[in-house]
């Protein structure tokens, strides 16, 4: 907080550092808040950083790889600070960088020879960032001054920093948030004349970055290079398609334009699609950037992060698709051929035998690319997915490769699309090609019922062991068994199901009606049983073993009125029992009232009760007013208190007023509660009170003991005594006489 007040603040080790004549940048770099001094800013600190030679020298750190024999702190300590200081985004550091001089500088370093220096790479990609966010135009000019920019970062593309940098150069440039800033760095007088960041997209979409994207992911590069050149690819869709969604404007993404054109979809697809030579890390991600092509959210409402979407944005989106789906169809071949005739792969060794081939990644990602294109449910890919025999390809790999879940997790959704997506527009009245080509070629029911069997038969044997798609083969039989009774294919599967030899079809009926039901039963079943505070249907209490509920509608229609929490007129009519189930007049269920709405009573709330004289009387009784509007005294004024008292003495008292178990007795009880009322009353009436108190006790003979129940406290206005707090009281004399039984009164007065 001391920050805020520059009176008390301390000179700093770097101000003292700065103070001296021949201070080096290294002295200045091992003091440990000088990056907090930097942000600060500390204005002293800043300008001895910007100085030309200083910024040379902190760029030269974040260039150069110092050689191994160095000391650790010239490694690792001082480029990591100058990174930091350059990074720090005060705005002289930042106008420094953007000059000619040091940005001719920091870009000589892609020069260098590949691989270049991860450590260095991220400090190079940092300090542009900055440079493409705070000096945007001054770094983008720069930048299509150059004529080898689009070769120079492809060079380098195995690097992730410099990957990273030009989707840095890509997005760099945000029209929503910072046009008008922008458009002035451009001297632009409107949006339509030029955006600078359409502008730079065009320029970079003229030099084919789209396309020499495309070319690294030949089997000829090496991985981290065809990887990063596919996830350059797919962040340019997903960024494009986002700017869509964001602006309202109606500006083409000419990257976006070009990567969805239908020429350029199949070079993309016969780099990695080549019969010669087969690379499964080219199939792989290849096929991953055409899964983000044909990645379209739902259509409907559009609600911040949800997955849908208004219909003019799905329109403007689908757009883009058509293309992608018609350059894949003509090559569905090739990708069935890749699953029939994989990429060579070495056996593995796993926990239940060799596998010889393998699955492999490439396979994976064909069945996850078919099962997308089958969600979309184009007429042409289905028939064409038909026609190949695909679907049957997928069925022999999902019981080939009994322990790969995540072959088994594609092919189930496949199937599931397919058992519920409806007939296309194109298609033919009735016709469903896939759905015909599951149950009738495929077999699907024929072979789910032998595989059930098959694998019931393994874990009855010793040590058998149930396979590993028995919980996707459950899921399938569900989606059948469901879109059997409901759906937009309900009929056709019914028919086709009809189609099957009797034997298949009453083992059908068996095994949906009893194993497939058993097992959906343990799979809805709590781990470890329900919570003990939780009621479960299934008890089974002998109590209410014999208890048996009527099921008439009327009663099943009133207590969905009450679930629905509809308490209509006939509620009270229908529900409980039976107007013929009681004789009498007064039994009669309804006889007190026929509806809720018709039971009248009024309450006079105005009207004076029999009873209302009776509870004045009462109140007045025992509750006194107060009334203090004949006396003009305050209250609360000071005022001189006299009062007397003729008592015993405190032997006789403190003796007499005791009882033998040492208890007060209670005659004194009361008359204390009397007293201290009388007290309260005078003090609140007069100034002054003035009154006797006389005690009568008698001896403490057998016979006399009798008497004390009668002891009696009177007030005496005879003579009085004023108390005086102030001053120390004459002696109280207290004459006793209980042979008279009589009380003498004394008196004794003091002036306060």
């Known amino acids: 907080m001391f920050w805020k007040f520059d009176h008390l603040q301390t000179e700093s080790c770097i101000d003292n550092l700065l103070s001296k004549e021949n201070v080096t940048l290294f002295e200045i770099l091992d003091e440990d808040d000088v990056l907090q001094e930097c942000k600060a800013p500390n204005e002293k600190l800043v300008e001895f950083l910007v100085r030309a030679e200083n910024m040379s020298e902190l760029v030269n750190m974040i260039m150069t790889e110092p050689p191994s024999d160095k000391d650790e702190k010239f490694r690792f300590k001082y480029p990591n600070i100058a990174c930091e ?18 940005f001719q500088k920091l870009w000589a370093f892609l020069d260098c ?55 840095r150069l890509v997005t760099c440039v945000e029209p929503c948030d910072i046009r008008a800033e922008l458009l ?53 869709v997903r960024l494009g398609r986002e700017h869509i969604l964001q602006c309202d404007n109606n500006l083409e993404d000419p990257l976006l334009n070009t990567l969805e054109n239908e020429e350029t979809i199949s070079v993309l697809c016969d ?115 038909a026609e190949q025999g695909v679907l049957n390809t997928l069925w022999s790999l999902f019981m080939k490769y009994s322990w790969n879940n995540f072959l088994h997790l594609q092919v189930e959704r496949c199937f599931t699309a397919v058992l519920t997506n409806p007939p296309t527009e ?13 149950l009738k070629n495929c077999k699907l029911i024929e072979w789910s019922i032998d595989a059930w069997e098959e694998n019931t038969q393994i874990e009855l044997q010793a040590g058998g062991r149930r396979r590993g798609f028995m919980g996707h083969l459950n899921r399938i039989l569900n989606t059948v068994t469901e879109n059997t009774e409901k759906g937009p294919n309900a009929e056709r599967i019914k028919t086709l199901i009809a189609d099957l030899p009797d034997e298949y079809q009453q083992s059908w009926h068996n095994l949906v009606t009893g194993a497939v039901c058993e097992q959906n039963k343990k799979n809805t079943t709590e781990l470890g049983g329900s ?53 009498g007049h007064e039994d009669n269920v309804n006889h007190p009232f026929d509806k809720l709405n018709d039971i009248n009573f009024s309450i006079a709330a105005n009207e004076d009760g029999p009873n209302a004289a009776m509870f004045e009387a009462c109140c007045n009784e025992r509750i006194q007013g107060f009334d203090d509007s004949g006396s003009d005294d305050d209250m609360w004024e000071e005022k001189q208190l006299t009062f007397s008292s003729v008592a015993q003495s405190r032997e006789s008292t403190g003796t007499d007023c005791m009882s033998k178990s040492g208890e007060v007795k209670p005659s004194l009880r009361r008359r204390s509660s009397s007293e201290s009322s009388s007290d309260s009353e005078e003090e609140t009436g007069a100034g002054e009170s003035t009154f006797n108190l006389r005690v009568v006790a008698p001896p403490h003979s057998d016979d006399t003991r009798q008497g004390q129940d009668d002891m009696k406290m009177d007030v005496d206005n005879s003579e009085s005594w004023v108390a005086a707090f102030g001053q120390k009281p004459d002696d109280m004399e207290v004459v006793s006489n209980w042979t008279n039984a009589s009380a003498v009164s004394t008196t004794s007065t003091s002036t306060t």
């Open 271 to 385: 780099t990695f699609l080549s019969e010669d030579e087969k690379s499964a890390t080219s199939i792989v991600h290849g096929i991953n950037v055409l899964l983000v092509l044909i990645e379209i959210k739902k259509l409907g409402p559009c609600l911040g992060d949800s997955d849908q979407m208004s219909p003019t944005d799905y329109e403007r989106l689908s757009r883009g698709l058509d293309p992608v789906l018609s350059a894949i169809k003509p090559r569905l071949n090739l990708l069935h051929n890749i699953l029939t005739h994989p990429p060579k792969q070495q056996p593995v060794p796993t926990t239940v035998g060799t596998l010889d081939p393998p699955l492999g990644n490439a396979r994976l990602q064909v069945c996850k690319l078919i099962s997308a294109l089958v969600n979309i449910n184009s007429p042409s890919i289905n028939r064409e997915l």
């Open 85 to 102: 200081i350059l990074t720090s985004d005060v705005k002289l550091i930042n106008e420094k960088l953007a000059d000619e001089e040091i």
């Open 184 to 236: 002035t760095w451009l001297n632009v007088s409107s949006p339509e004349s030029g955006d600078l960041r359409i502008e730079l997209l065009t320029w970079l979409n003229n030099h084919q970055l789209i396309q020499k994207l495309i070319s690294l992911l030949t089997p000829t590069h090496s991985e981290e290079k065809q990887s990063n050149a596919a996830q350059a690819l797919c962040d340019i």
């Open 426 to 438: 194109g298609e033919e009245k009735g016709a469903h090609p896939l759905l015909y080509d599951l």
């Open 531 to 583: 919570h003990p505070g939780q009621s479960s249907s299934d008890d089974e209490d002998s109590h209410f073993a014999t208890i048996t509920f009527p099921q008439e509608p009327q009663l099943q229609q009133a207590f969905n009125d009450y679930q629905m929490q509809q308490m209509t007129s006939n509620f009270i009519d229908q529900f409980g029992f039976n107007d013929t189930d009681f004789t």
């Open 113 to 167: 020879e590949p691989p270049l220096n991860p450590l260095l790479a991220s400090f190079f990609s940092k300090v542009m960032a900055i440079l493409l966010t705070r000096e945007t135009a001054k770094t983008v000019e720069f930048i299509k001054s150059r004529n080898d920019v689009i070769e120079t970062f492809l060079t380098h593309l195995n690097t992730s920093a410099i990957m990273d940098l030009l989707l």
